[in-house]
């Protein structure tokens, strides 16, 4: 024991020097192990965000660019880069546009596939993983698949993700004419496909085992020295990870909001709606407005688009003005605006709202030596949470709305379940 005793005083600074640099190899160890598990998590986060993104875009695409071109006597191909005078598919321009991305964004790939392709894409071999997306997810248990794989670009770790696609009503005659039709008549909400994202996980840094060697061989020496080789290493995992997180805020907030306006979007819209209906008591309400704009085209058509976008800005800014945090705003294309009224009591509020920005309404925009001015058709309905639906809430209003824009300009209807 006496032996044991003396040989601790007589080595403690080895001892000391020897515990310290253990302490450090496990520090630097682990937080190389930390590092890779929060890149994988967030490099699966900006995934699943870049995929909800492309489908936002198709979704727009779909609505608000195709239908006019049609009607403008565009057809579309699976082969417009070869031909002038066509427009690609909404599912392609997103895809399209998502490798697009790949050219900021090494590693990135955009891929959809389906069970019913188009005819360019009939002989095509899907992968494993894109077979085993198909047969799991077009059954509709699973919202997506997620998998991590080795050895992708060196020594990068890979993030694959697959996501279902669904059939949307505004696709519906598009997709079942004979023209376009894939052997099958399409339903509402039916499996279409799958739309896959391939991410590489950011590669660890290079100066990682340097440090480590250098940390233990200096450890040695000086008490201090782990600690001030892991200061560079913290600072730099800061750094990258504050980069992520921020372009992951970037592309969740481009996801969420209406471009022009910088107000909701309709998926955000149906979000929040949903979440409102999950929360407060039985008898607490929620109140939801459309918002049509009177007499829009004709500014288009006199001042051109951009000054209907400037419009589009000033009434946007005008009603958040007036609603401030009482209610959220949100643009669902065109010139079509819904305000979501989370918690309501009466019937008054709303009236007192809707007269409010009426009045706003009159304040004009002042757009290269010209006045202009709008009014609206606004169109409301008042549900008890806990007895209604997203869908019934959205159809309602806009009954409601329709009704005010037959009636005349300027005029605020308040749906009622008793009548039209």
């Not at 959809?112 to 009939?122: M, V």
């Not at 709303?350 to 001015?373: C, E, G, R, W």
Request: charged residues 20%.
């Amino acid at each position: 024991m006496i032996r044991v005793k003396n040989f601790i005083v007589q080595h403690t600074i080895s001892i000391v020097f020897l515990y310290i640099t253990a302490i450090s190899v496990l520090f630097l160890l682990g937080s190389n192990a930390y590092k890779e598990m929060i890149y994988k998590r967030i490099t699966q986060d900006i995934a699943m965000v870049y995929s909800d993104t492309l489908s936002s875009l198709h979704e727009f695409y779909s609505i608000n660019i195709l239908p006019n071109a049609k009607n403008a006597g565009v057809d579309v191909s699976t082969d417009y880069l070869n031909t002038l005078d066509k427009l690609p598919y909404p599912i392609t321009f997103s895809n399209s546009f998502g490798n697009h991305l790949s050219q900021d964004i090494p590693g990135l790939y955009v891929d959809i596939y389906s069970n019913y392709p188009f005819e360019n894409k009939k002989q095509r071999q899907l992968t494993p993983f894109a077979q085993h997306a198909l047969d799991t997810l077009s059954k509709g248990k699973e919202p997506y698949i997620l998998t991590y794989e080795q050895g992708y670009l060196e020594e990068n770790d890979l993030v694959r993700l697959a996501k279902p696609i669904y059939m949307k009503k505004n696709c519906l005659t598009c997709h079942n004419s004979d023209k376009y039709n894939l052997g099958r008549q399409w339903e509402e909400n039916e499996f279409r496909g799958i739309r896959e994202i391939i991410l590489p996980v950011p590669k660890k840094d290079q100066l990682s085992e340097q440090v480590l060697f250098i940390g233990f061989i200096l450890a040695l020496f000086a008490a201090l020295s782990g600690v001030l080789l892991i200061l560079p290493l913290v600072k730099n995992l800061k750094e990258s990870l504050n980069q992520t997180e921020k372009l992951a805020i970037k592309l969740k907030y481009q996801a969420n909001h209406d471009c022009l306006t910088k107000v909701a979007n309709l998926n955000y819209l149906i979000t929040l709606i949903e979440e409102s209906l999950k929360t407060g008591s039985e008898t607490e309400r929620v109140g939801l407005i459309f918002i049509d704009l009177d007499k829009f085209k004709p500014i288009n058509d006199q001042y051109g688009h951009a000054a209907g976008d400037a419009m589009l800005c000033h009434v946007s800014s005008l009603i958040e003005k007036v609603i401030k945090d009482k209610a959220t705003l949100a643009r669902i294309g065109g010139d079509e605006f819904v305000l979501l009224i989370s918690t309501i009591s009466t019937n008054a509020e709303m009236v007192t709202l809707v007269n409010s920005i009426q009045t706003a309404f009159t304040k004009p925009l002042k757009y290269k030596n010209n006045t202009l001015t709008v009014s609206a058709s606004f169109g409301g309905v008042i549900q008890e949470k806990h007895h209604t639906t997203v869908d019934d809430l959205l159809k309602s209003a806009d009954k409601a709305m329709y009704a005010s824009k037959n009636s005349k300009h300027n005029y605020f209807t308040l749906y009622q379940e008793n009548n039209n």
